[in-house]
């Protein structure tokens, strides 16, 4: 369905935009920060920081941004009326019990994964990864494999922003690393992360289908490389990634 634009409302997404500017990385931002993230203009950014402050989603100190935790009532209420998550717990909580390793469940936003399931056994991210949570789809086993299935129409624009960013010195940054990877994800039907996204982390993660055949989110288990190499998550985990794959593939719409 086609929208025309007269009956966009501007203010609304701009204020978008600038809650977007709100990462892990800047989580405390001044407004000359955010207009130059989002791309507005210092006066609008500012408007749309007083009103997020004014509505309580948004704290400010004088001359710092820190998003509230109320910021959380509008991913939460996306959530609440997704079906994945409630389809895939079930099945992502048995998996994390069977195999005694943390997994999670994301779809794609962008260059971006979105956590919306996840089962932890124990904590393998100096972050706490939650619904909601969200890491680079290049460098993350989950992102890979839903970057592979993409059309190169759509993947473009992902390649047009590398080099991309270095999280360890194991990172694959240069567009034609990652399209040699996805080309391998695309043969092998799995991705392999080995220390890509934070050192000491090695995850593996296989695409979830829907009956049509269409890949519409991810499914991984990530542990400590401490505890298992490459070709132990091969052997060990992958057959469990893909029993769920097939398990879920009928229930996926």
């Not at 500017?21 to 507005?40: C, D, H, M, N």
């Not at 962008?110 to 089962?119: D, H, K, L, T």
């Not at 969200?134 to 989950?142: F, G, I, V, Y």
């Not at 090695?202 to 190499?229: C, E, Q, T, Y």
């Amino acid at each position: 369905m086609s929208i025309n634009e007269r009956d966009i409302m501007g203010g609304l997404a701009k204020g978008l935009r600038v809650i977007e500017t709100f990462t892990s990385e800047r989580p405390r931002q001044s407004i000359i920060e955010v207009a130059a993230a989002s791309g507005l203009d210092r006066a609008t950014a500012r408007r749309c920081l007083l009103t997020l402050a004014h509505h309580d989603y948004a704290d400010y100190d004088g001359k710092f941004f820190t998003l509230t935790p109320r910021i959380l009532r509008l991913g939460t209420a996306c959530l609440a009326t997704m079906p994945l998550p409630q389809i895939v717990q079930p099945n992502l909580d048995r998996l994390s019990e069977d195999i005694g390793e943390s997994s999670s469940v994301s779809v794609l936003d962008g260059a971006q994964i979105v956590y919306v399931a996840r089962a932890a056994q124990r904590r393998v991210m100096s972050i706490a990864l939650m619904p909601g949570s969200r890491l680079p789809a290049w460098c993350t086993s989950m992102g890979r494999v839903m970057l592979a299935a993409l059309p190169e129409t759509e993947l473009a624009p992902v390649l047009a922003l590398a080099p991309f960013p270095a999280r360890t010195p194991h990172t694959l940054i240069e567009a034609d690393q990652i399209v040699a990877e996805l080309a391998r994800v695309r043969r092998d039907g799995y991705a392999i992360i080995d220390q890509e996204v934070e050192l000491g982390l090695r995850s593996i993660a296989v695409p979830l289908l829907n009956a049509r055949g269409r890949v519409i989110a991810a499914v991984n288990v990530g542990l400590p490389a401490a505890h298992a190499s490459s070709a132990d998550l091969r052997e060990h985990f992958l057959p469990h990634l893909l029993k769920m794959q097939g398990e879920l593939r009928a229930l996926l719409h």
